[in-house]
């Protein structure tokens, strides 16, 4: 198991604007995760990206995964007051364990 | 609805009165795990579970236990809760055999005083 590490710590912006989160891990995946939580809930899955893929949609989100360079970023597009919430990376390896970092914590102004 | 259940979903108590947080999952999911999230630290994995009467650690599983003895539920117990225990903590669990695509509970808030 290994832990992403999210970059920014923190992103706030206008509804409207794109929201951009980077994610950095270390070594080789299965695949890799993002969930988002709101304010002292349970993590919800958002989208998977496998290790042979590059690029991946689900409705206002794109997730890209660079393997060269051990790395994914997670887009918003036109991004609303509801997508406040922070963002975590889970880059899995196959194991039975998940170690999660601090994540980004995104907020969007109305 | 598919979902993670647990329960108490708040709790106040006081060091060394044990307690259990209970999770059930109604998914038929063969893999779950319990968290532990504290500010700036993340999410520590306390103990996961592969099925039925087979646990292993996490990273922080001291002054946890857990046990296995149905599919559906994984309790976390606090034989002897301490005020470093006070925290946010969330159940979770995967369709498969690994911590893959997790489906987490609504959390459990816990206060040691």
């Known amino acids: 198991s290994q832990q992403g590490e999210e970059d920014p710590q923190a992103l706030s912006i206008q509804e409207g604007e794109n929201a951009t989160m980077n994610c950095s891990y270390k070594t080789s995946i299965n695949n890799l995760q993002w969930y988002r939580q709101n304010s002292g809930r349970g993590l919800v899955h958002l989208i998977l990206?496998?290790?042979?893929?590059r690029e991946k949609h689900s409705g206002r989100l794109r997730v890209t995964l660079d393997t060269s360079k051990k790395s994914s970023s997670l887009l918003i597009t036109a991004s609303r007051a509801a997508d406040t919430a922070s963002y975590f990376c889970a880059p899995y390896t196959g194991g039975f364990k998940t170690i999660f970092g601090a994540g980004t914590r995104l907020f969007v102004k109305a | 609805e598919a979902q993670v259940t647990q329960n108490p979903r708040y709790l106040i108590t006081v060091t060394g009165k044990k307690l259990t947080v209970t999770c059930s999952q109604n998914m038929n999911h063969e893999y779950m795990s319990w968290y532990r999230q504290d500010p700036g630290l993340g999410l520590r994995q306390i103990y996961y579970s592969m099925n039925v009467e087979v646990t292993d650690k996490g990273d922080v599983p001291e002054g946890y236990k857990v046990s296995r003895k149905e599919k559906r539920n994984f309790p976390l117990i606090l034989e002897s809760p301490s005020p470093n225990q006070t925290s946010l903590y969330f159940c979770?669990?995967?369709?498969?055999?690994?911590?893959?695509?997790?489906?987490f509970g609504a959390g459990s808030r816990l206060t040691v005083l």
């Open positions: 990206i496998r290790s042979n893929e």
């Open positions: 979770a669990s995967s369709p498969e055999l690994g911590a893959n695509v997790l489906t």
